[in-house]
């Protein structure tokens, strides 16, 4: 190849190069992610002493239009929209066991609570999560089944159904997301008075 060329080359090459710097093609700046995850039951939990009664949240399922990584948003009575830049920071089934273990330890005196199986457990709670959404009108919508099971007869102690909604709960989905987790200790403070 002729020394020429190379040299035509080169600047066609510079000259793209350039173009594409000064018409903002080229982006040099670092991507920001703008995704925000969210995390539920951060309170720190203190010591139970003494120990009366120990319980299991043994299962927690959700129903299958919540067991994914983004938060929902719940509109009129049977649309769901899935908010793909509020993403969950965990398995949700997991964070809400730790909530529902924390707020009965809270609820109940004597009592101390794991989320999981524990052959040390009194009683077991099995739970299903019904909703926890947002909803379109910036409130947020929890209700759950639950069903307490004596570990050693294997017999039901109780169980029933909670709801709780909040509305008004803040205009920024962050604010909703952390007023979702008290309507979900709101629903586990009724179900203790109820149930244990």
């Given at each position: 190849?002729?020394?020429?060329?190379?040299?035509?080359?080169?600047?066609?090459?510079?000259?793209?190069?350039?173009l594409?710097?000064?018409?903002?093609?080229?982006?040099?700046?670092?991507?920001?992610?703008t995704?925000?995850?969210?995390?539920?039951?951060?309170?720190?939990?203190?010591s139970?002493?003494?120990?009366?009664?120990?319980?299991?949240?043994?299962?927690?399922?959700l129903m299958?239009?919540?067991?994914?990584?983004?938060?929902?948003?719940?509109?009129?009575?049977?649309?769901?929209?899935?908010?793909?830049?509020?993403?969950?920071?965990?398995?949700?089934d997991?964070?809400?066991?730790?909530?529902?273990?924390?707020?009965?330890?809270?609820?109940?005196?004597?009592?101390?609570?794991?989320?999981?199986?524990?052959?040390?457990?009194?009683?077991n709670?099995?739970?299903t999560?019904?909703q926890?959404?947002?909803?379109?009108?910036?409130?947020?919508?929890?209700?759950?089944?639950?069903?307490?099971?004596d570990?050693?007869?294997?017999?039901?102690?109780?169980?029933?159904?909670?709801?709780?909604?909040?509305?008004?709960?803040?205009?920024?989905?962050?604010?909703?997301?952390?007023?979702?987790?008290?309507?979900?200790r709101?629903?586990?403070?009724?179900?203790?008075?109820s149930?244990?």
């Amino acid at each position: 190849m002729k020394p020429s060329t190379i040299i035509k080359r080169l600047q066609l090459v510079a000259s793209i190069a350039a173009l594409a710097t000064l018409t903002g093609c080229i982006n040099f700046d670092p991507i920001q992610e703008t995704t925000t995850f969210h995390v539920l039951g951060q309170a720190s939990r203190g010591s139970v002493d003494p120990i009366e009664l120990r319980v299991a949240i043994r299962d927690t399922h959700l129903m299958d239009f919540l067991n994914n990584s983004q938060v929902v948003e719940l509109s009129g009575t049977s649309e769901v929209r899935y908010l793909s830049q509020h993403r969950w920071a965990g398995a949700l089934d997991s964070m809400i066991s730790q909530v529902v273990a924390s707020e009965l330890e809270a609820s109940v005196s004597g009592l101390y609570a794991t989320a999981g199986d524990s052959a040390e457990a009194d009683l077991n709670v099995d739970i299903t999560i019904l909703q926890f959404c947002l909803t379109d009108t910036s409130g947020v919508s929890v209700s759950m089944e639950y069903r307490i099971v004596d570990a050693d007869t294997r017999s039901a102690v109780a169980e029933g159904r909670v709801s709780r909604s909040i509305e008004d709960a803040g205009s920024s989905t962050s604010r909703r997301v952390s007023r979702l987790e008290s309507a979900l200790r709101d629903a586990v403070k009724e179900m203790a008075e109820s149930a244990l």
